[in-house]
Every structure is written in structure tokens, then in C-alpha cells.
């Protein structure tokens, strides 16, 4: 597809039950990011891949979170036992080249609600 | 910690007014700060500065870097109402993008 390609678009799941989010990267792009925003909040940084693997997992708020990427294309973001503060939209979004500063293209992100 | 400030947090302004907005940012090893308009959804890319004092402009939309200050600023001219979304500054020192919270423009009729 032309762009970052996220789904579901949105998500709405119980507290407690595990969910998977999807990321498909423009064609090509080795660097995939996830991030989080809040309401009202800026984009909080969660993990990046280069290729499969994940230099950085720095950001990942608790170990229920977990993140892969196989084939150097498709990423997905699982969280086990969702708590209501993990609802949020989820983006996506990749990169030609990683490494800092290389414009990101970002997808239409994934609308958690946790209730 | 590297660290992304904006401000205002928020700005309302009429269509055909002049708005700047600011971001300033802390960091350990700066390459790049970059500029991205988001409305609904996907943020999208709207200017990456590296060198100081060099403008870059695209349309009513312009912005400058000041290395010595550790800021930048966007400048948008002539506003009209589709320019109404939340603009965010990001600062590229290191593997990823550190974000500010972002400034939400709204332009009024």
C-alpha cells in the first residue's frame, strides 16, 4: 500500500484480557516505531525495530507489553491483561532508514479503550 | 533525559492572523528537529531542520532553527481554517523522535 497501513482502527476490549495490534510499514522501510498518545498528551515513545530486531525496548510501560517484527515488514504490539490506563491510540510508523532524524510516516493508529 | 518543550499548549485565532508557535528542547546529542501537523489522525511530516538560521518554507508555512538557543519556531501566515489541528515538534537525537505534547491551533472563520 502507499502508506503505514494500522489496524484495527479502533479496539475496544475488558479489563484483564490480552490484545494484538497490527502495523503494516510502507514497502521498503527498514525502521518500524511504535508510540502511545493520550488524551492531551504528546507521543510517547514505546519501541522501534531496525529490520526485526529491537535495539530499543526502553520505552515498553510494563512487561505486559511485548512487541515483534518478522520478515523486516509487519509489527505487531501485544498487551497482556489490559489495564484501563493502557487505553490510548496506539501509532505506528516507519522510516527508509533508521537513526535519528529521518522524517517518520505515520499510520492512522489504533483507538484502545480498556473498560 | 532528552526533553521536548512547546507553547502556548493551545492558541485560537482568527482566519487571515499570523501565528507562531514555539518549541525548545533539551538534549544530550541534538541531529535534527522536525515539525509534524496532526488533525484527526496520522501525524504528517512538515519540515526537518538540521543547520541554524536557515529557513525552510513551504506554502504559508515556514520555520527556523536557533542551535544557540536550543529552539525553533513554525511560523504560519494568512491562517485559514484548515490549518486547525495540533502541531508537534520532535527533536532527532537519537534512535527515535522524542515528542513534544504539541500546540493545538484553531482557526476561526
Known amino acids: 500500500g502507499a502508506g503505514v497501513s494500522q489496524s484495527p482502527s479502533n479496539k475496544v476490549t475488558e479489563k484483564g484480557k490480552d490484545v494484538e495490534l497490527r502495523c503494516d510499514p510502507i514497502s521498503g522501510h527498514t525502521a518500524l516505531y511504535w508510540y502511545r498518545q493520550s488524551l492531551g498528551q504528546g507521543l510517547e515513545f514505546l519501541i522501534y525495530f531496525q529490520g526485526n530486531s529491537a535495539p530499543d525496548k526502553s520505552g515498553l510501560p510494563s512487561d505486559r507489553f511485548s512487541a515483534e517484527r518478522t520478515g523486516g515488514s509487519v509489527s505487531t504490539l501485544t498487551i497482556q491483561r489490559t489495564q484501563q490506563e493502557d487505553s490510548a491510540v496506539y501509532l505506528c510508523?516507519?522510516?527508509?532508514?533508521w537513526g535519528a532524524g529521518a522524517p517518520l510516516h505515520f499510520g492512522n493508529g489504533t483507538r484502545l479503550t480498556v473498560t | 533525559e532528552d526533553k521536548v518543550v512547546q507553547s502556548p499548549l493551545s492558541l485560537v485565532v482568527h482566519e487571515g492572523d499570523t501565528v507562531t508557535l514555539n518549541c525548545s528542547y533539551e538534549v544530550t546529542n541534538f541531529r535534527s528537529l522536525l515539525w509534524y501537523k496532526q488533525e484527526k489522525k496520522a501525524p504528517t511530516f512538515l519540515f526537518m531542520l538540521?543547520?541554524?538560521?536557515i529557513e525552510k518554507k513551504s506554502g504559508r508555512l515556514s520555520s527556523i532553527l536557533d542551535k544557540k538557543e536550543l529552539s525553533s519556531i513554525l511560523n504560519i501566515t494568512a491562517t485559514q481554517t484548515g490549518d486547525s489541528a495540533i502541531y508537534l515538534c520532535a527533536e532527532g537525537g537519537s534512535e527515535k523522535l522524542v515528542f513534544g505534547k504539541g500546540t493545538k491551533l484553531t482557526v476561526n472563520p
Open positions: 510508523a516507519s522510516s527508509l532508514v
Open positions: 538540521t543547520s541554524s538560521g
